[in-house]
């Protein structure tokens, strides 16, 4: 199953490496956030892509860039710390 997968998927799938752990490392302090919601923000850093999601609440104040695909008009935003 993870051959097919990667086999369909390849030159589209980012590796989690040693700079995506150095980000993912300081947010699994937050409390009450999903560990691998803070994983595709650590991803998403360090390798400049936008994070699609519809879940952009608890990307708040992660300094990542989002898209929510399912709002009416679409658009990437920065959601930034405050």
């Not at 919601?37 to 998403?44: C, G, I, K, R």
């Amino acid at each position: 199953m993870i051959v097919a997968i990667e086999t369909a998927y390849a030159g589209r799938i980012v590796p989690i490496g040693v700079e995506e752990a150095a980000e993912w490392a300081p947010l699994m302090g937050a409390k009450g956030k999903n560990m691998m919601d803070l994983a595709l923000v650590a991803t998403a850093r360090p390798n400049d892509l936008v994070l699609v999601t519809r879940n952009v609440k608890d990307m708040t104040r992660r300094d990542v860039r989002v898209l929510d695909p399912f709002r009416l008009n679409p658009q990437i935003v920065r959601v930034c710390p405050a």
